[in-house]
């Protein structure tokens, strides 16, 4: 008969290279690297015995970037753990240390078992066993850690290494995929405004003046401030800085006011994983855009406690993912629009003016299109040859009363309304762009004598008749008017 003590050794021996093999299993699976380490120490805690383990990993910059831990009363820091001179000697040694009586990340031990996490030389953090656990079924009561307790660690750190580069480079992998496709995007616009002969019409000298500072201030580095009323072409005016600029990386733009605060802090400075449940790590536009542009469209929108955190990223050209703790460099120009009166939004609390000059570096106001009415009737041929080309069909004849009364109109929602209503003109039209159509689409004059000059009034009475069109359907008028909901919203429909 096998006496006892062999007989409990080789049950453990089967259970650790049960558990070596369930574990090679677990890391083969494209994971979080939180979730990684949380399934390492939980197979080494069920074989070993530790009355409490943790395990740490650190990022390219030294800093904490996945922590897992049983045992302790108060969950120990990653930073603390990694300042502990027990990494030091990891990092010196290179494989498993014991130590007797100390203390690690704020637990005192008797006896501690440790091993670093590393593959191909790079150290990725560490694993550390404080105090096994005595089993009243030991007949001979050892309470340390064995040779093969030691052996086994080495193992699970072995494997666990090659898992962690492996996400390591799956999450490289996904960044660069992002970054690619952000900059495949900006090049099928440009290639797309090549091929169409698309451009920004600027004869009138407003519009002129405009062109000139951008062509000027393009290739510097400083922050640019467009503001304008809703349709103007604040963001085609982003898009010519940035083609304008050389910088290598992409254009990547957002709007701020198209979504919440919670949502907004996540797309612009990225979240680490786990950090509410289902959440996974992703890159922030901040991230995206390195070495490129950032758009930022709607400022004005944006809440007042987003926007010191903003100012503090502009500042120290650096952000924080949400729910991280370290600070990652970006290299981004900032190109800022909003349609809204800055300065009274100062004044009333609700912008802070430090970000607001942080966001100045130069300021570009966009003319409105009713002081630029001498590019209208280009505009009007470029937006039916663009929507002819795009749909594969003759462009139709554009009777000048037609064109007359687009020139005269007020366009309230500046050249997006014109393109939308030329666009529905075209595919309404007969092969001929009347002075019939252009009313029913515009509308005459109301039924009390003429309609108020005002632009206010005009504004309000466009999108009623939007709206009706739409059926009260304000996220298909919106769409109609080439703006967000939201402004909609606040404008009382």
């Not at 510097?220 to 290598?248: D, M, P, Y």
């Not at 466009?462 to 402004?487: F, P, S, Y």
Request: with cysteine; charged share 30%; proline share 4%.
């Amino acid at each position: 008969m096998i006496p006892r003590t062999a007989d409990l050794a080789e049950k453990r021996r089967i259970l650790q290279l049960e558990t070596l093999y369930d574990l090679a299993l677990a890391l083969h699976a494209d994971r979080p690297e939180a979730e990684l380490v949380e399934e390492v120490l939980q197979l080494v805690c069920t074989v070993l015995d530790p009355a409490a383990a943790v395990a740490v990993t650190r990022d390219p910059f030294g800093g904490p970037r996945a922590l897992a831990s049983v045992g302790w009363t108060e969950r120990p820091q990653g930073t603390t753990l990694l300042s502990d001179p027990l990494w030091t000697d990891l990092l010196s040694g290179g494989e498993a240390i014991s130590r007797q009586s100390g203390e690690l990340g704020g637990r005192l031990f008797h006896d501690l078992l440790a091993t670093p996490l590393a593959y191909r030389g790079v150290f990725l953090g560490y694993l550390a066993l404080l105090d096994k656990e005595s089993r009243s079924s030991d007949a001979d009561g050892d309470q340390g850690f064995s040779k093969e307790d030691r052996r086994f660690l080495n193992s699970v750190a072995a494997l666990a290494g090659v898992a962690l580069d492996s996400a390591r480079q799956f999450e490289d992998l996904m960044t660069q995929r992002e970054r690619l496709e952000e900059e495949n995007k900006a090049l099928k616009g440009r290639l797309v405004d090549e091929l169409t002969d698309h451009r920004i019409i600027a004869h009138a000298p407003p519009m002129r003046r405009v062109l000139e500072v951008v062509e000027r201030v393009a290739p510097r580095s400083v922050n640019i401030l467009v503001r304008g009323e809703s349709g103007t072409g604040k963001e085609l005016i982003a898009k010519l800085i940035h083609s304008l600029s050389g910088r290598r990386g992409a254009l990547v733009a957002i709007n701020c006011a198209a979504m919440p605060e919670s949502l907004l802090e996540s797309e612009l400075f990225g979240i680490e994983g786990g950090v509410a449940t289902g959440v996974q790590a992703r890159r922030g536009k901040f991230e995206l855009a390195d070495g490129g542009t950032l758009f930022l469209d709607e400022i004005g929108d944006m809440d007042l406690a987003l926007q010191a955190k903003l100012l503090r990223a502009l500042q120290e050209k650096e952000v924080t993912h949400v729910g991280g703790q370290h600070a990652i460099p970006v290299d981004v120009r900032v190109v800022a629009a909003t349609h809204r009166h800055v300065e009274q939004r100062i004044e009333d609390g609700d912008f802070r003016e430090d970000l607001y000059y942080r966001l100045k570096g130069v300021d570009i106001e966009l003319p409105p299109l009713r002081e630029r009415r001498q590019d209208i009737a280009l505009m009007v041929r470029q937006f039916v040859e663009d929507f002819c080309r795009r749909e594969a069909i003759n462009p139709p004849r554009i009777a000048p009363e037609a064109l007359a009364l687009l020139m005269a109109h007020e366009f309230p929602g500046n050249v997006r309304e014109l393109q939308n209503l030329v666009e529905g003109a075209v595919s309404l039209s007969d092969g001929s762009i009347d002075e019939p159509l252009i009313l029913s689409l515009i509308g005459g004059a109301s039924e009390g004598g003429q309609d108020p000059l005002d632009l206010v009034s005009n504004e309000k009475r466009h999108i009623e008749r939007v709206m009706k069109l739409t059926g009260g359907n304000k996220t298909a008028a919106a769409r109609l008017l080439g703006v967000d909901r939201r402004t909609l919203q606040r404008k009382g429909f």
